[in-house]
């Protein structure tokens, strides 16, 4: 079984002790929402369809007692998963070995998650997973470091790091299982010690993908993080609106979604004239109040002269997602006369998908005429609409 045909399972490391939280209950049975901490990384990764289960890895002297708490949480807040538990060792490594050895034998796929940062989306973890094959066996987040960093010895600057070269990595973590097996194995014996499970795989000599990690992404370590938690519990919803229409006439090849439509008519525009991408866009922007596209694009910019709208959409989705909005549902509609959009439905609904980092339920492409009404029903030209739904963090 290759491993992109076998199951990918997650494993939430819960086992910590969480010294410096204080109190008498490490930090991840704080409460958020009322459940423990760890719980929400679990419905997290409910919502990814590629996943087969989850297994938990918790205290040893709890492993009974979280066990029934995990028993409880299913019956009154289900997952739709599978899942098992194990006991953690004394090092996050051997944590993760007991949870690697808990997994059941066609699972193929891994991602390797601490419990401590409950506010990653399942977009970034169906990214991640995306990003594995044979020759790319781990994926890892990472976002941009924005403090100037020095080393430091006795109390004095030793040396300042160029901080274009650093990035802070993340969890969920994604690996090939075998491969992070091998590198957890090597670890056993030479002695190595490592604060995340990619290092162990770079000690291998095998590459580490980097996937855009999210800012929202933070991890509980201090008491002041609580203020985290009191923030998420208050999460605000958000729904954006996007319009576009453009002429047809001599200009550009149709394309609707990504998707070129052979035999469509062309269409009249500054950059590539997909309307689909350009209300899709529009409405992202409209989740997080950052104006609308001609404003962030202008069609007078010679930067933008036949430029791919996929462009526009990933630049908006970086900040989209530097905002700590997380998208979870788009709906767009197409209204023309012609071309016919329904053989290229699923192809477009897909690609913007990909764009989205979301699950193909979670995207609604649908399209309709005005019965010859207007000038779309003319033919003379097309639009589209597009409602994005969307949590901001406040």
Request: net charge negative; proline share 6%.
């Amino acid at each position: 079984m290759t491993a992109r045909a076998s199951t990918t399972w997650a494993v939430i490391l819960a086992a910590g002790s969480g010294t410096r939280m204080g109190g008498g209950r490490p930090k991840q049975f704080l409460t958020l929402d009322g459940a423990p901490l760890f719980w929400r990384s679990a419905e997290t990764f409910s919502h990814i369809p590629d996943l087969a289960g989850i297994v938990f890895v918790f205290p040893p002297a709890m492993l009974d007692e979280s066990a029934r708490m995990v028993e409880e949480l299913t019956a009154s807040r289900p997952l739709g998963l599978p899942w098992l538990t194990t006991a953690g060792g004394e090092r996050r490594q051997d944590s993760v070995a007991n949870g690697l050895a808990a997994l059941p034998k066609e699972c193929g796929r891994v991602l390797i998650h601490d419990s401590a940062r409950p506010f990653f989306s399942a977009g970034l973890a169906t990214r991640l997973i995306d990003a594995l094959d044979e020759e790319t066996p781990a994926a890892i987040p990472a976002v941009a470091v924005t403090d100037t960093i020095k080393e430091c010895e006795s109390g004095c600057v030793t040396r300042t790091l160029d901080r274009s070269r650093l990035v802070s990595v993340q969890t969920p973590q994604a690996f090939l299982r075998d491969v992070l097996e091998a590198a957890h194995a090597l670890a056993v014996e030479k002695s190595l010690q490592a604060t995340d499970d990619a290092s162990l795989v770079e000690a291998l000599g095998r590459p580490v993908a980097i996937v855009d990690g999210e800012q929202a992404n933070v991890k509980i370590t201090n008491p002041e993080d609580v203020r985290l938690l009191q923030k998420e519990a208050a999460m605000i919803p958000v729904t954006g609106f996007g319009y576009d229409v453009h002429k047809y006439g001599s200009g550009r090849p149709m394309v609707l979604g990504g998707v070129p439509i052979q035999g469509g008519p062309e269409v009249v525009a500054h950059s590539d004239g997909d309307v689909v991408l350009h209300a899709l866009t529009d409405a992202l922007l409209g989740c997080m109040g950052g104006g609308d596209i001609g404003q962030r694009f202008p069609d007078n910019d010679p930067r933008f002269e036949g430029m791919e709208s996929s462009f526009f959409l990933r630049e908006v989705l970086e900040d989209v997602r530097r905002t700590g909005i997380e998208i979870v549902h788009a709906d767009l509609t197409i209204i023309a006369q012609i071309p016919k959009v329904g053989p290229h439905r699923e192809r477009i609904a897909k690609n913007i998908a990909a764009l989205l980092a979301l699950p193909p339920e979670r995207v609604a492409v649908k399209a309709t005429t005005e019965e010859g009404l207007g000038f779309t029903g003319q033919k003379l030209g097309i639009k589209s609409v597009a409602v994005v739904s969307a949590i901001r963090r406040s």
